[in-house]
C-alpha cells in the first residue's frame, strides 16, 4: 500500500453508494486531526489513517501508530412493501496499530492506542458529528466495542493492536 491511496469526499450515502461513501464519511470523520489527533506529530504531514493495512515498507520509520479504517459490511434489517426504502445495518472495524519500539517515542506504544481509542469514540459520540452524519443521510444510532489493547508481533518490532468494532443501526437507503 502506498502514501496516495484516495478515500472520496464525505457526501449523502444513496442506494448506488451505500458502501463507498458510507465508508468515505466514516475515514473522513476519523482522518480528521481535530477529531483524532496524532500522537506522533501535531501536523498533519504524516500519513495515520488508512483504509486497509499499510505496508511496512511505504510507511517506513514514521509509521506507528496508525489507524486503519476498514470496509463496512452491510446487511438489510427491512425495506418497505414497494422496495423504494431499505434500512441497514452496517458494520465495520477500526484497528489502532502502536509500537513501543519508535525511536523518537520509546515505552509509548500503550499511551498511544488509549489516546486514540479515546479520540475515536468522542468523535463518533460527539453531536456535532452526528448531525453531520444525519445529513449525510447515516443514522446517528451507533454503537462500538473497543478492546483491550493487547500486545502483538509484527515486523519485529512488539506492537499494541486494538481494535474498535462500529454498529451502525437503522441506517436508510433510497432507492
Same mark, same amino acid.
Given at each position: 500500500m502506498d502514501k496516495t491511496e484516495k478515500v472520496g469526499s464525505s457526501g449523502t450515502v444513496s442506494y448506488s453508494n451505500s458502501i463507498t461513501q458510507f465508508h468515505a464519511n466514516f475515514y473522513n470523520l476519523i482522518n480528521t486531526r481535530s477529531n483524532v489527533a496524532d500522537p506522533k506529530i501535531s501536523d498533519s504531514s504524516r500519513?495515520?489513517?488508512?483504509?486497509r493495512e499499510p505496508s511496512m @515498507?511505504?510507511?517506513? @520509520?514514521?509509521?506507528?501508530?496508525y489507524v486503519v479504517v476498514g470496509s463496512p459490511s452491510k446487511s438489510p434489517v427491512a425495506k418497505s412493501a414497494d422496495g423504494s426504502l431499505r434500512i441497514l445495518l452496517r458494520t465495520f472495524t477500526i484497528t489502532i496499530v502502536s509500537t513501543d519500539d519508535d525511536y523518537n517515542r520509546e515505552g509509548k506504544g500503550k499511551e498511544d492506542s488509549d489516546s486514540i481509542a479515546e479520540d475515536i469514540e468522542n468523535t463518533l459520540d460527539n453531536a456535532g458529528n452526528l448531525n453531520t452524519l444525519l445529513g449525510y443521510n447515516v443514522s446517528p444510532d451507533i454503537d462500538y466495542d473497543t478492546s483491550e489493547a493487547t500486545p502483538d508481533i509484527q515486523e519485529d518490532k512488539d506492537v499494541y493492536v486494538r481494535t474498535i468494532r462500529v454498529t451502525v443501526k437503522g441506517g436508510l437507503v433510497v432507492r
Open positions: 500519513k495515520f489513517v488508512y483504509r @515498507d511505504s510507511i517506513t @520509520d514514521n509509521g506507528h501508530p
